[in-house]
């Protein structure tokens, strides 16, 4: 049986805060994180922009890229990462 769509949206929202809580992306906890799962975390934090037009999902996108790319003067690395 099919979970309707506001309740999948619902329980994506839920584990995506709990990734960034368990991470350490934002929390105050010593990051505990591989390339892939930041990748892939990109990923669903931008789609959920997409879909649900919340400003906070595109901004947990970020901060996990400049956490995870630094620049070479501390600065992060993310306007690649959103270009048209």
């Known amino acids: 049986?099919?979970?309707?769509?506001?309740?999948?949206?619902?329980?994506?929202?839920?584990?995506?805060?709990?990734?960034?809580?368990?991470?350490?992306v934002?929390?105050?906890?010593?990051?505990?994180?591989?390339?892939w799962t930041d990748a892939f975390g990109v990923v669903l934090f931008v789609s959920l922009y997409q879909t649900l037009g919340q400003e906070r999902w595109l901004e947990e996108a970020m901060r996990l890229v400049a956490d995870t790319l630094p620049g070479e003067d501390g600065?992060?690395?993310?306007?690649?990462?959103?270009a048209p």
Do not use: H, N
């Not at 934002?26 to 390339?35: F, G, I």
């Open 1 to 24: 049986m099919d979970m309707p769509v506001i309740e999948r949206r619902t329980q994506a929202v839920a584990i995506l805060d709990d990734f960034t809580t368990r991470t350490g």
């Open 26 to 35: 934002s929390a105050t906890v010593k990051p505990c994180r591989y390339l």
């Open 75 to 82: 600065q992060p690395v993310v306007a690649w990462a959103f």
